[in-house]
């Protein structure tokens, strides 16, 4: 199951440039389990065909209030009372003002008007349209109304500017629409610290020790946290991964770098899921300069780095994670009971589909009362899904 599954979005697309994207938004939205109906205003008609989207969501598509897209007694209210979430994107300056103004003199206006869903509204439209104060004054009404923007982001425009104004990447918006979807979770008002990806430590300025993590395990946990309701603070080492929309995002280097930022970000936190590949040492003395290649080897003299787990509080639920080779489970148990933690996830990197970079993961979850949860080959989304039951269910208890 996907936050989206079985859920019904109204999408809401405008005038702009932009709309074009609208159609990998719906393909994206349905792909992902979710009924989708889609609205389009006068204006985006210029743009795209109702033909496009009835072809992507296999449903009746929506363009005008006085004629009637199906059977349905008051089609017009209709979309808003079943909606599970209003999502316009794009949304263009001439939208965004009949919004603020409470207008419903076309049917995207008025299903906003109509729906108690949430709201999810990504702009689109030229820099200066989207600076103008009208604009601006519009867009915090809005949001003082609990509507939720995603963008715009900065970029090349359709007028060949650059600025603020384009519409914002497919995941992001998704992202919001989840986030908005599962203010209601099972972790809704809690805290969560995730950590992830590959700390490097310093050989000198050119040259680090690091390790092979992706960051993904610890990517799809904050998403998944967030998707349940919690606030997240993401502790991120290195990676190429984009943050989730809605999490928090705290990138450090080194591992001191690390345990700074995990334990300021705990204060007041409910739960630690530590994901990431945290380095085990680190050279006793980095160089100030660039070390030269000689004619004898270099000797590098390694010291151990902080134990950040250890440091956190006993009154957090405390999950580890054990990437092993060997005696997986063996040596995760030992780490479960050294570092005092709730749960620890033991993973073999050395799998092909479930090392680094893989997209799934096989995990076997272990509990401090001698528990042992196998879980299949899953998508490591679904994975941080199932330890997050378990968290929720942890938390729960010590309420």
């Known amino acids: 199951m996907t936050p989206l599954q079985g859920r019904n979005i109204v999408l809401g697309v405008t005038g ?8 990998d938004l719906t393909s994206k939205l349905v792909q992902a389990g979710a009924v989708v ?27 005008d209030m006085f004629k009637p897209a ?12 079943r909606a599970d979430a209003v999502l316009i994107a794009p949304a263009t300056a001439t939208t965004i003002a009949r919004l603020a103004h409470g207008l419903a003199d076309e049917l995207v206006s008025l299903t906003v008007l109509a729906t108690t869903a949430p709201v999810v509204v990504a702009p689109a439209m030229d820099a200066q349209m989207w600076e103008a104060a009208a604009t601006q004054a519009n867009v915090a009404t809005l949001r ?25 990447e497919t995941e992001a918006i998704l992202g919001a629409v989840k986030m908005v979807l599962g203010r209601g979770g099972d972790l809704a008002g809690r805290r969560i ?26 990517f799809a946990l904050a998403e998944a946290a967030r998707d349940r309701g919690a606030r997240v603070t993401l502790v991120a080492a290195p990676t190429a991964l984009a943050a989730p929309y809605g999490v928090e995002l705290v ?22 899921l530590m994901a990431a590949a945290v380095s085990d040492f680190r050279p006793a003395a980095a160089g100030e300069q660039k070390i030269k290649k000689g004619e004898a080897g270099l000797l590098l003299e390694l010291a151990q780095t902080d134990d950040i787990l250890s440091e956190v509080p006993d009154t957090l639920v405390k999950v580890g994670f054990a990437a092993e080779t060997e005696d997986l489970l063996a040596n995760a148990a030992k780490k479960l009971a050294a570092k005092r933690l709730d749960l620890i996830c033991a993973n073999d990197v050395s799998a092909a589909d479930a090392g680094f970079g893989a997209d799934t993961n096989r995990v076997t979850i272990l509990d401090r009362a001698g528990g042992r949860q196998e879980l299949p080959l899953l998508s490591k989304y679904e994975v941080a899904q199932r330890v997050l039951d378990r968290v929720a269910a942890l938390l729960s208890q010590r309420r």
Do not use: W
């Not at 702009?16 to 159609?23: F, V």
């Not at 199906?70 to 089609?75: L, Q, S």
């Not at 003082?144 to 519409?167: D, Q």
């Open 16 to 23: 702009s440039i932009a709309a074009y994207k609208a159609a």
């Open 37 to 63: 109906d889609v609205i389009l205003t006068p204006s985006a008609r210029e743009f795209v065909t109702p033909f496009t989207f009835r072809s992507l969501t296999g449903r009746p598509v929506y363009t």
């Open 70 to 81: 199906t059977d349905e007694r008051e089609e017009h209210v209709g979309l808003a009372r």
């Open 144 to 168: 003082e109304r609990g509507v939720t923007f995603v963008g715009p982001e900065e970029g090349r425009l359709a007028s060949g500017h650059a600025g603020l104004g384009r519409l914002a």
């Open 193 to 218: 610290v995730v950590s992830a990806g590959g700390t490097r430590e310093a050989i000198d300025p050119v040259r680090y020790i690091g390790n092979r993590s992706s960051g993904k395990q610890g």
């Open 251 to 272: 990138q450090v280097e080194s591992v001191a770098a690390m345990r700074d930022a995990v334990l300021s970000a705990c204060a007041g936190a409910g739960a630690l």
